[in-house]
């Protein structure tokens, strides 16, 4: 099984600034990167996915993928109350339709 | 809009009752997975199919199965449920290959096992 490793929250952070969200993974196979967030009750929505190495803006997120470091990133710019959820990376390859996710890093964003 | 729906969204069954739990997608999807979440432990795949009739386990398959007659159902089967089955069951379903293979999820089924 692919292991998919979140830096641990709870993450608190104040209205309007930047939250910062860690991924690693061990499979250096793995293509596809994506991003979920989870609002307590509800089930994951996709926010980001990536697949190729650097940066992937999209509106307030920034995804950043650095498959040499088996590094995968969530930047959350002017962060708001309404990004106060729980954020999961998760990790596949081409070969292998199975999402591995992390165990999630939940966000507090404090107004 | 993808939508991927489930049968319920709170069961409540009795130990050794045969509990189905079921998901219908609309995109035509080749993929179709289940997962269960519970606290401290994430998002784990009990069973995913990729195409109609066909099944793989995932990583924590013992005391459920599965079912695929149809490619916009998948059915996930507990033949006999007990206690330490009471979680958030999770719906998924997406294409197939790299760059489609986002996966959507349904609403969920919170299961409680009395």
């Known amino acids: 099984q692919k292991e998919v490793e979140q830096n641990s929250g709870p993450l608190s952070v104040p209205e309007g600034a930047i939250a910062s969200l860690n991924c690693t993974y061990s499979?250096?196979?793995?293509?596809?990167f994506f991003w979920y967030r989870q609002y307590s009750g509800k089930s994951p929505e996709l926010i980001m996915s990536i697949y190729s190495n650097g940066d992937k803006e999209d509106g307030r997120f920034t995804a950043q993928l650095n498959k040499a470091s088996q590094y995968v990133s969530l930047l959350i710019r002017d962060s708001q109350p309404s990004d106060s959820a729980t954020y999961l990376c998760a990790v596949t390859d081409s070969n292998d339709y199975k999402l591995s996710f992390g165990a999630g890093t939940t966000v507090t964003v404090r107004a | 809009d993808v939508k991927v729906t489930q049968s319920s969204r709170y069961l409540v069954k009795r130990t050794g009752e045969k509990v189905f739990l079921e998901c219908v997608q609309d995109?035509?999807?080749?993929?179709m997975f289940w997962y269960r979440q519970d606290p401290g432990l994430g998002l784990r795949l009990i069973y995913f199919s990729y195409d109609v009739k066909m099944k793989e386990k995932g990583d924590i398959p013992e005391g459920y199965s599965v079912s695929r007659e149809k490619k916009e159902r998948f059915s996930l089967i507990l033949e006999s449920a007990s206690t330490n089955q009471t979680s958030m069951y999770l719906c998924?379903?997406?294409?197939?290959?790299?760059?489609?293979?986002?996966?959507?999820f349904g609403p969920g089924t919170r299961l409680t096992v009395l």
């Open positions: 499979d250096r196979g793995s293509q596809s």
């Open positions: 995109m035509d999807h080749e993929n």
């Open positions: 998924a379903s997406s294409f197939a290959g790299q760059k489609y293979d986002t996966q959507y």
